[in-house]
Every structure is written in C-alpha cells, then in structure tokens.
C-alpha cells in the first residue's frame, strides 16, 4: 500500500532519474536528474529529502550542477559521502567534469578536495551511470566519454577509491 507518511509537498518539477536511500543513520533519500526545484526549494539537479518526503535533511547543494545528474552513489555507509555523475561539469561553481565526491552532514555539501576526479579534467562526455564495489571503493562507471583526465578509455573504465583512473583495468 502507499506509504501516507511519505509526502512529496509539490515534488520535483522535472524528471529525477536517480535516487538512493542513504545509510548514514538520518534515512535520507538523495536524488538527481534534470529537476532544479523540490517542493518549492531550489536544489539544481541533486537533493535530499527526509523520510517524511519533505525538505533537505540537513543538506544543502548551494548552487548545485549546472546540468543533468544522472547517478548517485553512496561512498560509505554511515559517513554523508556520495559521487554523482552525468552530463554537468560544475557543482556548486566548482569545476567537475561529469564527477563530483561530494562530502556533508550540514551545510552545503562540499568538494572532497582529496578525490583526485575531482581535481583533474576527468571525463570528456556524459557519464550514464556509475556502480560502487564496496570492498575495494572502486568505481565503475560507463557513458558517452572517450577519455578519462586525458586517458583513452572508450566508454567503460573503472576509478581507485582515490579518485584516479585504475590503468588495470583494461
């Protein structure tokens, strides 16, 4: 049955294409996609909500991605820690490349400065999405990109949990 106590207000006003529960102990749920505004909030393609359906949960995109988020993954159970991925290349007026690790409890959620993605000229197209291996942080991530911070790679490659590209996986 529908959940009652799950309230979306006015909801998105355009498409959200990813959404995931966080386990950080809050019960958030972070989105992205094409939206800017949720429930009448600006967040600009990638948000939280609370367990009731309405406002942030503490997190706050500041002036979010220039374009479409189209997957988010969480980094680390119990830590507010998620990468995102799609077609924006700025997050929050940072530079990002279609990859932003985005770090917060409170606050504008902010760049973690030692994710080496987040420093370099990482993709060159879209991402379309993206998958975590949790036992080694390795990221997966496949689109519409042909290089990876001035790499070949041909629309499927796989990042260290620092953020590099794993130049083993071949």
């Known amino acids: 049955t529908l959940d009652s106590g799950f309230a979306t207000g006015t909801g998105a006003?355009?498409?959200?294409?990813?959404?995931?529960?966080l386990n950080d102990g809050t019960n958030r749920i972070a989105g992205g996609g094409?939206?800017?505004?949720?429930?009448?909030?600006?967040?600009?393609?990638?948000?939280c909500v609370v367990p009731t359906g309405i406002g942030q949960g503490g997190f706050n995109s500041g002036s979010g991605c220039?374009?479409?988020?189209?997957?988010i993954t969480e980094v680390d159970a119990g830590t507010f820690q998620m990468i995102a991925t799609g077609d924006f290349t700025t997050y929050n007026?940072?530079?990002?490349?279609?990859?932003?690790?985005?770090t917060s409890n409170t606050g504008v959620a902010g760049v973690d400065a030692t994710y080496q993605a987040n420093n370099g000229t990482a993709f060159n197209g879209s991402v379309n999405m993206n998958a975590l291996d949790t036992t080694s942080g390795k990221l997966y991530a496949v689109g519409d990109f042909t290089s990876f911070d001035g790499n070949p790679r041909d629309r499927l490659l796989?990042?260290?949990?620092?953020?590099?590209?794993d130049t083993s996986f071949a």
């Open 66 to 71: 220039n374009s479409t988020v189209r997957t």
């Open 93 to 102: 007026s940072s530079t990002c490349n279609r990859i932003i690790k985005v």
């Open 158 to 165: 796989r990042i260290n949990a620092d953020g590099t590209l």
């Open 13 to 21: 006003n355009n498409n959200l294409l990813t959404i995931i529960a």
């Open 34 to 47: 094409l939206f800017t505004l949720v429930s009448g909030a600006g967040v600009n393609r990638i948000g």
